[in-house]
């Protein structure tokens, strides 16, 4: 895990200690990021088919990068909305937080959400404060959604990097 290392674990102290960040917080701000980053990309493609006076189906077909986009802003929207619903289970369950953010994270970073990366990777770091002993079991729910949105991402990511080998 991230916190077994010493130098990472200093790394992240001094950097969470200076932020003022718990659990709770980080958490919150990671949602946040999700569910804003999406309606400020809607606000962009709408400022920009307003400017360009073309409909929406026009500026997908000359920006396949915006479509594919705009399709991981959505998958975002929906698991900052699962998120957000499962946060008392989270702040509770180890085991859930870990699993979860391991694979929120990885996705992230597979399609090139960098803030979502750094915050996920805070909110492992955090997930050190929760009691293990409290809950050794995953939550399925939380997990069912994960895991449904990750074949959404991993295409996402895969045209992606066809479209930019191009």
Request: charged share 10%; with cysteine.
């Amino acid at each position: 895990m991230v916190a077994k290392n010493g130098r990472i674990s200093r790394f992240f102290d001094r950097v969470i200690t200076g932020l003022h960040y718990d659990l709770r917080k980080a958490l919150n701000i990671y949602i946040a990021v999700l569910m804003i980053v999406p309606v400020a990309y809607f606000a962009y493609i709408a400022l920009a088919l307003n400017m360009n006076n073309m409909g929406l189906e026009t500026y997908f077909k000359q920006s396949p990068i915006t479509t594919i986009m705009f399709i991981v802003t959505l998958m975002d929207l929906i698991v900052a909305y699962v998120l957000y619903f499962r946060k008392s289970v989270l702040l509770t369950n180890r085991m859930t937080v870990i699993v979860t953010f391991s694979i929120l994270t990885i996705l992230q970073l597979m399609v090139g959400n960098i803030i979502s990366v750094i915050l996920g990777l805070i909110v492992l770091y955090l997930s050190k404060n929760i009691n293990a002993a409290q809950s050794t079991t995953i939550d399925k729910q939380t997990l069912a959604v994960i895991i449904g949105s990750t074949p959404f991402y991993l295409i996402c990511t895969w045209l992606l990097f066809t479209i930019g080998l191009k």
